[in-house]
C-alpha cells in the first residue's frame, strides 16, 4: 500500500484516504489490511455477496479511492463505480497475459488505473516506503451494516475500538494470562505476536502458536475481524476456505483440520441438522445408540467429566466432520439456541464459547469464557465494556418473576416452565445499552441516525432485549423493533418463533409472520430440499417425466404438496412445544416457497430478502409474499366459519 501513498484523489475522513477490498477470504486479504494499516489508511470491507447498486452506495459515500479485488467481481465493481474510484488492485496472483490484458482494458474503459498484487510486490521491493506512525484514535474501518431496511450505514471504528473488543474477548478467561493479550492492547493491531499460556486443553488460545483457526466468516463482518485480531495476537495460524461454503465440511476442515473454529448460530444449526439427518437414515437401532449416548455423555459433562467410551463408539466419527482437532469454538452475531448449544458441546466435546455484540461495537461486549458451561445466555461483560439494562414498554427492569403459573402465561416474552422456586422474585429485563472504548464513534455521514442510537454520555442503545441471571450473565431474549401485537393483545417476537422452527429438519429457512388484525401467526416456509428428496425417493414419489422430483414438482402436485405440509406442520408444532412456546406463538398456517438457488435458498441477498449476513429483510419478505400471506389468513378463516 505504501506504493499508493502519493496516489491522487478524493481523500477520505480525517485526511485518511479509504481502501475497499472486495474479495471471498484469502491470505492475500490479511496482507492487503495490514498494509492499510501501515499506512494509516481507513480499510472499508465488502461483502463479496454485494450487487453493484450497493456498491455504488458504499463507494460513493466513503469517498474510497482504491480498491483491491479479485478478478471475478471485476463486472459489478466497474459496475458500481463511485466518483471517487480512481485505482484497482487485482489480488489473484495466476492471472496470465491474456486475462491481465482483457482486464486492463476493461479498467481503461472506465478511465480506471488498474494495478494487480504482483505489480505493486515489484514497485514495494524497487522503492520501499516507510510506514506511518499510528494513533489508537485513527480510524481504522468504515464498515458498512447489512441493514434490514434502506441503504448500509458506515460504521467508524477505531483502532482503539476493535483493539479493545479483541483484547477483552481475550481477558474474559482468568486462565489466559498470555503474551498476547498484552501485545493486543498496542496500537499496530496486534502485529506483535506473542504465545499464549494455553496448553491445548484448557480452552485457550495461543497453544505456542500451534493452534490452527478456519477463517470463512465474510471479513466485512466485525465478528470475524474480531477473532482474526486475537489469532494473530497470539500467534495462531489461519486457513481459508476455499470460497464454497458447500465445500466447509466435506472438505476445508477435514483438509485443515483447525483447532479453533467460530461460526454464528446457522452454521451450527446446519452441523446439528446434519448429523441428526444422517443418524435417522441409519436406523431406529442407530439412532437409540445416539440417543442413549447423547444423554448420558450429556449428564456426564454437567458432572464435570466426559465418558470415553460413548466417545469411542459414536462421537469420535462424528468429530471428523470438523477435522477431528478442533477444543474450541466459538458463536457470535446472533444468540445461539440452548439446543443447538447443547448438542455442539456435548457431541464434539469442546466448549463453545457464546458471545453478544454488533458492529457499532466491534463485535464484542459479552461473552462465554471458555470453561463456563451454562447454556441459554450469552456470559457476562468483557472488561472494556460497561453494559446497563433500560427499561422498555413491554420491559422494565423492575418485573418480578410471576407468582403464579397463571400469572407466567400471561407474562410476555418469558419463555419456559413455572418454576415456583423463582416466584416473586426480581427478573430484570430491559433494551441493552452498552459503553466503553470498543463503542463506534457514529455512522459516516448519517448524524441524525448516529443521534439515534448513541446518546450523549456515550451510550449505544442495540435495540435487543437483555435479561439479567442470577450468576451475572446476560441472556438475549428479545428483539425490541420485531415485537409486534396479534389481534387478542397477545405480543409476540417472531425472531424466538423462527428459532424455533428452525430446529425442525424439513425447514430451511423461515419466515413469521402476524399483524394485530388477525389472530394466529402464519409461517413461508423453504423446505430442505435434501430432506423433502429422500422422503419422496422413499414414498416413491416421482416427477411427471419419470425421474428424480423436485421440491417446485412436490409443491406442484397438490396432493402430494398437502401431505408433506401436514408432515412438516406436525414437526413444526412439535419443535415450538419442544422450545416451551405458547399457543398463540404456533403459525396456525404455513405455505411453500419452491424456487430456490442452488445453495438451497428461497430467501436470498438476489431478491433482497435478506441481509449480507443472512437476517431476514422483513419488509421486503411482507411485500414479496403479500398474495400468499393474503391467501393463508383467508383459508384459516374460512376454515373457522
Not at 71 to 99: F, P
Not at 135 to 153: L, Q, V
Not at 415 to 437: H, I, Q, T, Y
Not at 623 to 631: S, T, V
Given at each position: 500500500?505504501?506504493?499508493?501513498?502519493?496516489?491522487?484523489?478524493?481523500?477520505?475522513?480525517?485526511?485518511?484516504?479509504?481502501?475497499?477490498?472486495?474479495?471471498?477470504?484469502?491470505?492475500?486479504?490479511?496482507?492487503?489490511?495490514?498494509?492499510?494499516?501501515?499506512?494509516?489508511?481507513?480499510?472499508?470491507?465488502?461483502?463479496?455477496?454485494?450487487?453493484?447498486?450497493?456498491?455504488?452506495?458504499?463507494?460513493?459515500?466513503?469517498?474510497?479511492?482504491?480498491?483491491?479485488?479479485?478478478?471475478?467481481?471485476?463486472?459489478?465493481?466497474?459496475?458500481?463505480?463511485?466518483?471517487?474510484?480512481?485505482?484497482?488492485?487485482?489480488?489473484?496472483?495466476?492471472?496470465?497475459?491474456?486475462?491481465?490484458?482483457?482486464?486492463?482494458?476493461?479498467?481503461?474503459?472506465?478511465?480506471?488505473?488498474?494495478?494487480?498484487?504482483?505489480?505493486?510486490?515489484?514497485?514495494?521491493?524497487?522503492?520501499?516506503?516507510?510506514?506511518?506512525?499510528?494513533?489508537?484514535?485513527?480510524?481504522?474501518?468504515?464498515?458498512?451494516?447489512?441493514?434490514?431496511?434502506?441503504?448500509?450505514?458506515?460504521?467508524?471504528?477505531?483502532?482503539?475500538?476493535?483493539l479493545?473488543?479483541?483484547?477483552?474477548?481475550?481477558?474474559?478467561?482468568?486462565?489466559?494470562?498470555?503474551?498476547?493479550a498484552?501485545?493486543?492492547?498496542?496500537?499496530?493491531?496486534?502485529?506483535?505476536?506473542?504465545?499464549?499460556?494455553?496448553?491445548?486443553?484448557?480452552?485457550?488460545?495461543?497453544?505456542?502458536?500451534?493452534?490452527?483457526?478456519?477463517?470463512?466468516?465474510?471479513?466485512?463482518?466485525?465478528?470475524?475481524?474480531?477473532?482474526?485480531?486475537?489469532?494473530?495476537?497470539?500467534?495462531a495460524?489461519?486457513?481459508?476456505f476455499?470460497?464454497?461454503?458447500?465445500?466447509?465440511?466435506?472438505?476445508?476442515?477435514?483438509?485443515?483440520?483447525?483447532?479453533?473454529?467460530?461460526?454464528?448460530p446457522?452454521?451450527?444449526g446446519?452441523?446439528?441438522?446434519?448429523?441428526?439427518?444422517?443418524?435417522?437414515?441409519?436406523?431406529?437401532?442407530?439412532?437409540?445408540?445416539?440417543?442413549?449416548?447423547?444423554?448420558?455423555?450429556?449428564w456426564?459433562?454437567?458432572?464435570?467429566?466426559?465418558?470415553?467410551?460413548?466417545?469411542?463408539?459414536?462421537?469420535?466419527?462424528?468429530?471428523?466432520?470438523?477435522?477431528g482437532?478442533?477444543r474450541?469454538m466459538?458463536?457470535?452475531?446472533?444468540p445461539?439456541?440452548?439446543?443447538?448449544?447443547?448438542?455442539?458441546?456435548?457431541?464434539?466435546?469442546?466448549p463453545?464459547?457464546?458471545?453478544?455484540?454488533?458492529?457499532?461495537?466491534?463485535?464484542?461486549?459479552?461473552?462465554?469464557?471458555?470453561?463456563?458451561?451454562?447454556?441459554?445466555n450469552?456470559?457476562?461483560?468483557?472488561p472494556?465494556?460497561?453494559?446497563?439494562?433500560?427499561?422498555?414498554?413491554?420491559?422494565?427492569?423492575?418485573?418480578?418473576?410471576?407468582?403464579?403459573?397463571?400469572?407466567?402465561e400471561?407474562?410476555?416474552?418469558?419463555?419456559?416452565?413455572?418454576?415456583?422456586?423463582?416466584?416473586?422474585?426480581?427478573?430484570?429485563?430491559?433494551?441493552?445499552?452498552?459503553?466503553?472504548?470498543?463503542?463506534?464513534?457514529?455512522?459516516?455521514?448519517?448524524?441524525?441516525?448516529?443521534?439515534?442510537?448513541?446518546?450523549?454520555?456515550?451510550?449505544?442503545?442495540?435495540?435487543?432485549?437483555?435479561?439479567?441471571?442470577?450468576d451475572?450473565?446476560?441472556?438475549?431474549?428479545?428483539?425490541?423493533?420485531?415485537i409486534?401485537?396479534?389481534?387478542?393483545?397477545?405480543?409476540?417476537?417472531?425472531?424466538?418463533?423462527?428459532?424455533?422452527?428452525?430446529?425442525?429438519?424439513?425447514?430451511?429457512?423461515?419466515?413469521?409472520?402476524?399483524?394485530?388484525?388477525?389472530?394466529?401467526?402464519?409461517?413461508?416456509?423453504v423446505?430442505?430440499?435434501?430432506?423433502?428428496?429422500?422422503?419422496?425417493?422413499?414414498?416413491?414419489?416421482?416427477?411427471?417425466?419419470?425421474?428424480?422430483?423436485?421440491l417446485?414438482?412436490?409443491?406442484?402436485?397438490?396432493?402430494?404438496?398437502?401431505?408433506?405440509?401436514?408432515?412438516?406442520?406436525d414437526?413444526?408444532?412439535?419443535?415450538?412445544?419442544?422450545?416451551?412456546?405458547?399457543?398463540?406463538?404456533?403459525?396456525?398456517?404455513?405455505?411453500?416457497?419452491?424456487?430456490v438457488?442452488?445453495?438451497?435458498?428461497?430467501?436470498?441477498?438476489?431478491?433482497?430478502?435478506?441481509?449480507?449476513?443472512?437476517?431476514?429483510?422483513?419488509?421486503?419478505?411482507?411485500?414479496?409474499?403479500?398474495?400468499?400471506?393474503?391467501?393463508?389468513?383467508?383459508?384459516?378463516?374460512?376454515?373457522a366459519a
Amino acid at each position: 500500500m505504501c506504493v499508493l501513498q502519493e496516489t491522487p484523489g478524493k481523500r477520505g475522513p480525517e485526511g485518511q484516504p479509504c481502501v475497499g477490498i472486495f474479495s471471498i477470504n484469502r491470505p492475500e486479504n490479511f496482507k492487503i489490511l495490514y498494509s492499510i494499516f501501515s499506512q494509516r489508511f481507513i480499510a472499508c470491507p465488502l461483502y463479496d455477496t454485494h450487487g453493484s447498486n450497493t456498491i455504488k452506495f458504499i463507494l460513493d459515500q466513503s469517498e474510497t479511492t482504491v480498491v483491491c479485488a479479485e478478478a471475478s467481481k471485476m463486472k459489478v465493481l466497474l459496475e458500481g463505480r463511485g466518483a471517487a474510484l480512481k485505482y484497482i488492485v487485482i489480488l489473484d496472483e495466476n492471472l496470465d497475459d491474456e486475462e491481465k490484458s482483457v482486464l486492463e482494458k476493461q479498467a481503461k474503459d472506465a478511465k480506471i488505473t488498474l494495478f494487480t498484487i504482483k505489480d505493486l510486490r515489484e514497485s514495494a521491493d524497487k522503492t520501499p516506503g516507510e510506514t506511518s506512525d499510528i494513533t489508537p484514535d485513527d480510524w481504522a474501518y468504515i464498515m458498512y451494516t447489512s441493514g434490514t431496511t434502506g441503504n448500509p450505514k458506515g460504521v467508524c471504528l477505531t483502532h482503539k475500538n476493535i483493539l479493545s473488543a479483541a483484547s477483552g474477548v481475550m481477558r474474559q478467561s482468568p486462565r489466559y494470562e498470555g503474551a498476547g493479550a498484552a501485545a493486543a492492547t498496542g496500537a499496530g493491531a496486534g502485529a506483535g505476536a506473542g504465545a499464549g499460556d494455553g496448553d491445548g486443553d484448557d480452552g485457550c488460545i495461543g497453544d505456542d502458536g500451534g493452534d490452527i483457526y478456519i477463517s470463512y466468516l465474510p471479513m466485512a463482518h466485525s465478528f470475524e475481524i474480531c477473532i482474526q485480531i486475537c489469532m494473530v495476537a497470539v500467534g495462531a495460524s489461519i486457513g481459508f476456505f476455499q470460497g464454497d461454503i458447500r465445500l466447509l465440511v466435506s472438505s476445508d476442515l477435514p483438509l485443515l483440520k483447525p483447532t479453533l473454529m467460530s461460526g454464528v448460530p446457522r452454521v451450527y444449526g446446519r452441523v446439528y441438522d446434519k448429523v441428526m439427518q444422517q443418524v435417522e437414515e441409519k436406523g431406529p437401532v442407530a439412532k437409540l445408540l445416539f440417543d442413549t449416548a447423547f444423554a448420558n455423555q450429556a449428564w456426564c459433562m454437567e458432572m464435570g467429566f466426559r465418558n470415553p467410551l460413548w466417545d469411542l463408539l459414536v462421537f469420535n466419527k462424528i468429530k471428523e466432520a470438523l477435522g477431528g482437532r478442533v477444543r474450541l469454538m466459538a458463536s457470535g452475531a446472533a444468540p445461539l439456541g440452548t439446543e443447538v448449544h447443547k448438542f455442539m458441546r456435548t457431541v464434539f466435546g469442546v466448549p463453545i464459547c457464546q458471545g453478544y455484540g454488533m458492529t457499532e461495537n466491534a463485535a464484542a461486549a459479552v461473552c462465554q469464557p471458555p470453561e463456563y458451561s451454562a447454556t441459554g445466555n450469552v456470559g457476562g461483560p468483557v472488561p472494556c465494556t460497561e453494559v446497563k439494562l433500560e427499561d422498555t414498554e413491554y420491559y422494565k427492569t423492575t418485573d418480578e418473576y410471576p407468582k403464579t403459573a397463571q400469572e407466567f402465561e400471561e407474562q410476555f416474552g418469558f419463555k419456559g416452565e413455572f418454576d415456583p422456586s423463582l416466584a416473586g422474585k426480581r427478573m430484570v429485563r430491559g433494551e441493552v445499552c452498552l459503553r466503553g472504548n470498543n463503542v463506534f464513534l457514529g455512522y459516516y455521514k448519517m448524524e441524525e441516525e448516529t443521534k439515534e442510537v448513541l446518546d450523549k454520555d456515550g451510550w449505544l442503545h442495540t435495540g435487543d432485549i437483555g435479561m439479567w441471571n442470577e450468576d451475572g450473565s446476560l441472556s438475549i431474549i428479545d428483539r425490541k423493533k420485531n415485537i409486534f401485537k396479534l389481534a387478542q393483545g397477545e405480543y409476540v417476537a417472531p425472531e424466538v418463533v423462527e428459532s424455533a422452527i428452525s430446529t425442525c429438519k424439513w425447514v430451511s429457512q423461515v419466515f413469521v409472520y402476524g399483524n394485530s388484525f388477525e389472530n394466529h401467526l402464519i409461517a413461508i416456509i423453504v423446505p430442505s430440499e435434501e430432506v423433502l428428496s429422500k422422503h419422496a425417493e422413499h414414498c416413491g414419489w416421482t416427477a411427471d417425466n419419470g425421474g428424480k422430483i423436485s421440491l417446485a414438482d412436490i409443491v406442484a402436485k397438490p396432493e402430494v404438496a398437502k401431505i408433506m405440509k401436514k408432515q412438516i406442520m406436525d414437526d413444526i408444532v412439535a419443535s415450538c412445544k419442544s422450545n416451551k412456546l405458547r399457543g398463540f406463538e404456533v403459525p396456525k398456517a404455513i405455505d411453500f416457497e419452491a424456487q430456490v438457488n442452488d445453495m438451497g435458498y428461497g430467501f436470498t441477498i438476489e431478491n433482497d430478502c435478506l441481509t449480507p449476513t443472512m437476517k431476514l429483510r422483513r419488509p421486503q419478505l411482507e411485500k414479496r409474499y403479500a398474495a400468499m400471506i393474503k391467501k393463508l389468513y383467508d383459508t384459516i378463516k374460512a376454515e373457522a366459519a
